[in-house]
T-cell receptor, first 114, second 113 residues
Framework: GENVEQHPSTLSVQEGDSAVIKCTYS??????FPWYKQELGKGPQLIID?????GEKKDQRIAVTLNKTAKHFSLHITETQPEDSAVYFC?????????????FGSGTRLSIRP | SQTIHQWPATLVQPVGSPLSLECTVE??????LYWYRQAAGRGLQLLFY??????ISSEVPQNLSASRPQDRQFILSSKKLLLSDSGFYLC????????????FGSGTRLTVV
């Protein structure tokens, strides 16, 4: 079945440095790739997403890249700040599917050191 | 705009007691609805999803059940809670057109004692 692998499981970076989280997916029919940020005790929040017709998308300090051939996609956070500390989940989904499920990675706990 | 409501925020229940968690979505029609569970420090486990009224798909055999009595209402239930049912329960919705991702509710922290 569909599978999304996410690495690393934990990541600690110095404030101001960049953080990169990588994911791979198995279902070649996947064409929608959202990223979620979950703060302690809260539900996950969508922070950025990318569709398969583009290779990169950027929103201020956050960017996502997609390599459909290799089935890889990554989240890049530049100039990290303390409020970036959270758990991040990548996910993959076919945009048009009767199952309508989104498959999540196992999560990355990002800590920003002051 | 669309909003999702999930309640209660926290719940402490004894083993063997029943459970009912409710989720409602406003501002949209024919949403796809989902229940997830998250154990402490762990990932998101899909429990149930629904693409329409009365249509429930179960992902994991367990002590729980789900129902969708109305288009924008999704209920998670149990007749007798187990200790292992403790966790953070999240409701989510997605447009029926599937053009966007999930929007999650704020979650219910369930502790079975």
């Amino acid at each position: 079945g569909e599978n999304v692998e996410q690495h690393p499981s934990t990541l600690s970076v110095q404030e101001g440095d960049s953080a990169v989280i990588k994911c791979t997916y198995s279902d070649s029919a996947s064409n929608y790739f959202p990223w979620y940020k979950q703060e302690l005790g809260k539900g996950p929040q969508l922070i950025i997403d990318i569709r398969s017709n583009v290779g990169e998308k950027k929103d201020q300090r956050i960017a996502v890249t997609l390599n459909k051939t290799a089935k890889h996609f990554s989240l890049h956070i530049t100039e990290t700040q303390p409020e970036d500390s959270a758990v991040y989940f990548c996910a993959a989904s076919p945009l048009y599917s009767s199952a309508s499920k989104i498959i999540f990675g196992s999560g990355t706990r990002l800590s920003i050191r002051p | 705009s669309q909003t999702i409501h999930q309640w209660p925020a926290t719940l402490v229940q004894p083993v063997g007691s029943p459970l009912s968690l409710e989720c409602t979505v406003e501002g949209t029609s024919n949403p796809n609805l989902y229940w997830y569970r998250q154990a402490a420090g762990r990932g998101l486990q899909l429990l149930f999803y629904s693409v329409g009224i009365g249509q429930i798909s179960s992902e994991v055999p367990q002590n729980l059940s789900a129902s969708r009595p109305q288009d924008r209402q999704f209920i998670l239930s149990s007749k007798k809670l187990l200790l292992s049912d403790s966790g953070f329960y999240l409701c989510a919705w997605r447009p029926g057109t599937l053009r966007d991702g999930y929007t999650f509710g704020s979650g219910t922290r369930l502790t079975v004692v």
